[in-house]
Structures are given as C-alpha cells and as structure tokens.
C-alpha cells in the first residue's frame, strides 16, 4: 500500500541552527503533502500545504519565513525549520493522499502519514 | 476549525468492544467521516471512513446515523495495542483538500 516516509525519525540541534525534515511518498506521486506539527499531549495542528512546483500555502500564525517548505519533487517534500530555537521543539509529522491509486491503495481518499520527525532544540 | 467533537478520554477492558462516538452536526452532504488513530509517538494511521451507510473491515466497523451528525467507531474486541488517541474527521472524499483534526479520544485499553 501507499507509504509516506520521514527522515530523519528525531533530531537534536542547537539553537540558532536549521533543520531539514524530508517527506517522501516512497509508491505514489503527491502533488500536494500537507505538514502538521503536534506538541506533547495535544492534538496535530496543520502548519500548511504543501504544493508541488508552487508555493506552499500557510495556516495563520504560521511563519513562513521560520518554517521554509520546498516541495521540488512529486515525491519529496522537505520543512526546514530556520534559526530553531527551545520552543520548536516539536513533533513534525507530514501526509499525502494517494489520489492516483498508484501505490495500490484503494483509493480511499485517505491520508497516509510519515512515521513523524522528533525536534529538540537545545 | 476542526468539524467534529469528540470525548476526550475513554476506558475499554481488553477483549471488549470499545465505542467511541463522534458528533459532526455540520458535515455537508459529500463530506465522509474518516477515522484516524494515533498511537504515542507514532504518526496517524488510517482506520475507515464511510458516507452514509455503515462499514465493516478488517480493523473495526463505523456506524452513522441516518441524519449523518454522528457516528460511532466499533473496535469488536479491543486489545492492548488499540490503547491510542482516535481522532474523527468530516472531509471530501480524495483530492487535495486540507485536513485539520480536532481533540480526539484517548483510549485506553485495560487489562
């Protein structure tokens, strides 16, 4: 079936640094990925949309400068998180739907999601 | 906004069915109801959705009412691995629309 992946799994940088999250949809082409990110007992919160070959569309109160989306590739989303600093620290988890049916789901028009990104910022 | 309400927490014992209801008295008549789960630290996992009528696979069965404003999630015989957080969704069928999720139910599955 259709499988979304992230790289890497978790990630400790310092404070002033970027980090980069990939995304990739491993059996399917994604012209849209959308980026969630989840703090620790709450519930996921979408950051923005990721498009293919456009833009990325933010939620409000999303920095776009501060959470950089490139989506170069129909099956490669990237989120970097510029100048982190302690309150970044997050869970980032990214999804696509498998619209084409190509990656053998039954096109049930749902969701799948990475195995999610664990950011800590010292 | 999210379009669903959901109770926030709920007990099952294990090899029971667990019923998790989901109130969306707003969904639009080609809106679905998806079910999502998300075990800790994991990302979410699909479950099933449905319109109108009632599903079944091999993961548990919704249940929606006739007017469509609520729905129930049947998990037949609930285990220990079903201990998650259930997150219930109203959205249209494939395409590229966004998807925001509300609160969920925790639910745990008890010895």
């Known amino acids: 079936g259709a499988v979304v992946s992230q790289h890497p799994s978790w990630v400790i940088c310092k404070s002033g640094t970027s980090v980069k999250i990939e995304c990739r949809s491993l059996d399917f082409q994604a012209t849209t990925m959308f980026w969630y990110r989840q703090f620790p007992k709450q519930s996921l919160m979408l950051m923005a949309t990721s498009n293919e070959g456009s833009k990325a569309t933010y939620e409000q109160g999303v920095e776009k400068d501060k959470f950089l989306i490139n989506h170069a590739s129909l099956t490669l989303s990237t989120l970097t998180v510029t100048s982190a600093h302690p309150e970044d620290s997050s869970f980032y988890i990214c999804?696509?739907?498998?619209?084409?049916?190509?990656?053998?789901?039954?096109?049930?028009?749902?969701?799948?999601f990475g195995e999610g990104s664990r950011l800590t910022v010292l | 906004d999210a379009k669903t309400t959901q109770p926030p927490s709920m007990d099952c014992a294990e090899g029971r069915a667990a019923n998790l209801p989901c109130n969306h008295s707003?969904?639009?008549?080609?809106?679905?109801v998806y079910w999502y789960r998300q075990i800790h630290s994991q990302g979410p996992q699909y479950i099933i959705h449905g319109l109108k009528n009632n599903e079944t696979n091999e993961m548990a069965s919704l249940i929606i009412t006739e007017d469509r404003k609520s729905s129930t999630l049947i998990l037949p015989h609930a285990t220990l691995r079903d201990t998650a957080v259930y997150y219930c969704i109203v959205e249209f069928s494939g395409g590229y629309q966004k998807v925001t999720f509300g609160t969920g139910t925790k639910l745990q599955v008890i010895p």
């Open positions: 707003t969904i639009s008549g080609n809106e679905y």
């Open positions: 999804s696509a739907r498998d619209i084409s049916g190509w990656g053998g789901s039954a096109n049930t028009g749902e969701l799948f």
